[in-house]
């Protein structure tokens, strides 16, 4: 079955501008997390979805988004960026919250480079 | 609150030889743990995963983990290391009744010829 596909895969955006990630989850995977990795801060959660709803959300500020669709797709949103925007963005999927034996699986993240 | 801690920021080892990636954590009830690799300009890959049961976990490319309870926790370990898996390992931890995944801050492996 396909992975978990992000769109896409590089971006570059001046700062001001705004940006949106796209994020495709496994077939049948009803949840969506997003991360933001740097070299300074490493892997730090941005937020989670499932069925169309935001159950969780990082300390990250209003300037980011995001919103999930019927099919489970997810997108996320970052208005002005700002220079320490740049990171790599990572997406998982997973079947459904709280149940116990399940695991996550990421998509290869979307490069965004603020200029 | 629930953290993870990876005391070392590079593990070297010569190929061939057996390694560790150490990982400890600190959770409110049941600890769900992972292990991810990263390779260059990639995402991550899943490795393991500890829910319950064995303490003893096995995962994919040879990796297995050891979960310990009374030291809180979770180390990588390879009996014979390659060349090949040199990359960037993540613990996590799953935040309780969420699927928020907390990650330590990584340890590079770098496996020698």
């Known amino acids: 079955k396909a992975g978990v596909t992000q769109t896409p895969r590089y971006l570059i955006k001046t700062r001001g501008q705004q940006v949106t990630l796209s994020c495709s989850p496994i077939s049948g995977h009803r949840s969506v997390s997003w991360y933001q990795q740097t070299p300074g801060q490493g892997l730090q959660f941005l937020f989670e979805y499932f069925s169309e709803t935001q159950r969780n959300k990082g300390n990250f500020p209003g300037r980011f988004s995001g919103r999930q669709f019927s099919n489970s797709r997810s997108e996320m949103n970052v208005s002005t960026l700002e220079l320490g925007d740049s990171a790599l963005y990572l997406c998982?999927?997973?079947?459904?919250?709280?149940?116990?034996?399940?695991?996550?699986?990421f998509g290869s993240g979307t490069r965004l480079t603020v200029v | 609150a629930q953290s993870v801690a990876q005391p070392e920021d590079q593990v070297n080892v010569a190929e061939g030889n057996p390694l560790t990636v150490k990982c400890t954590y600190s959770v409110s009830g049941n600890p769900y743990l992972f292990w991810y690799v990263q390779y260059p300009n990639r995402g991550l890959q899943f490795l393991l995963k500890?829910?319950?049961?064995?303490?003893l976990v096995k995962g994919s490319y040879g990796f297995e983990a050891e979960f310990n309870k009374s030291q809180t926790s979770f180390h990588l370990k390879k009996p014979s290391a390659l060349v090949s898996d040199s990359a960037l390992y993540f613990c996590a931890v799953r935040v309780w009744v969420t699927d928020k995944l907390i990650f330590g801050t990584g340890t590079r492996l770098q496996v020698f010829p």
């Open positions: 500890y829910i319950t049961g064995d303490n």
């Open positions: 998982a999927s997973s079947l459904e919250p709280q149940i116990p034996n399940y695991g996550y699986t």
